[in-house]
């Protein structure tokens, strides 16, 4: 570094102790000034980089020492640890002896062990499959019950549906019963008479009231009664109708039959005259063989000989339901 210095001293103080010399030397002591402080860089460049190695070597060497402590104390604790490790040495071989008496005695525990899990588990699978089989009857059951519910629910709504069809058609009926009473209201009761037997209105009209003896054709009075009667049949238009001819038992079977017959039917036609529908009713004759008394009197003789009107409500929905 020094050196370096003196150089580029000598070369500047000859530069200008010659300053008469010529200009090719003029030049070339520039060049060799240049050149100088391009060593002079160079040096000073390797001077820094010579400190910082410098600085570097004594880290390294501080790291050496560290490193080599370390190794001391590494070495001494492996001393340790051999130590120790003979230690265990020892205590493994007692524990061994140890282990070997209690193995024979784990194997006579084991196989006794096994023999009751063995046991056990033969006992779980028995319990098991009882198990399976109540979970199966118990799911049978609750499929039962919900078959059982939906059943239920479904004959509840069939009830419900035929106790609100029964209460329309005794609805019907008292209707029916108001436009009778009206209807017939004036007329002699043993011509004409209604009474209520096992849900349904019986309608009596005499033979007195509708026919003379031994005709079948509809007296005027007893066309009257009738069209008074559709009247009150058209006003409820949902009840069925059963004209039955009787007769008392004087004269022969057929002639009795027959003569009921034609009179239903002859009545059957005068309420279709009056509006109503002919499929509603139905005509015919019971001849002599449903008196409501005995034959034995004129008198009763004059009840048989009638002509009943019986009126019921359609159960065609209700019987449905009923299936």
Known sequence: MKINKLFLGVAIATMFTTSCVSTQKYKDMQTARDHYKAEYENLR?????????????????????????????????????????????????????????????????????????????????????????????????????????????????????????????????????????????????????????????????????????????????????????????NDNPSIEIIVEGHTDNAGGVDYNWGLSVNRATSVVKILALYGILPHRMVASGRGMHHPVVPNDTAENKAKNRRTEIILAPNLDKILELTK
């Not at 001391?72 to 051999?82: C, N, S």
């Not at 419900?160 to 209460?167: D, G, K, M, P, T």
């Not at 009778?180 to 009474?195: I, V």
């Not at 019986?202 to 007195?208: A, D, E, I, K």
Request: no cysteine; glycine share 4%; proline share 1%.
């Open 45 to 233: 460049v390797s001077s820094k980089e010579n400190e910082e190695l410098k600085n570097q070597l004594r880290m390294s060497e501080s790291q050496l020492m560290k490193a080599k402590f370390n190794l001391e104390q590494k070495q001494a604790e492996l001393g340790i640890m051999k130590n120790y490790n003979e230690e265990l040495s020892v205590r493994y071989e007692k524990a061994a002896k140890e282990n070997s008496a209690l193995l024979s005695e784990y194997s006579l525990d084991k196989m006794a062990y096994e023999d009751a899990v063995a046991k056990s588990q033969d006992e779980l699978r028995r319990k098991q499959n009882q198990l399976d089989g109540l979970e199966g009857a118990i799911g049978d059951q609750n499929t039962n019950l919900e078959n059982m519910k939906v059943d239920l629910m479904t004959r509840e709504q069939r009830v419900a549906e035929l106790e609100r069809l029964v209460a329309e058609k005794q609805a019907q009926m008292d209707n029916l019963r108001t436009s009778l009473n009206s209807a017939l209201r004036g007329f002699n009761a043993a011509d004409l008479s209604a009474e209520e037997r096992n849900g349904r209105i019986y309608v009596s009209m005499s033979q007195n009231l509708l026919f003379k003896s031994g005709s079948d054709k509809v007296d005027p009075k007893g066309v009257d009664a009738l069209a008074k009667l559709a009247k009150a049949l």
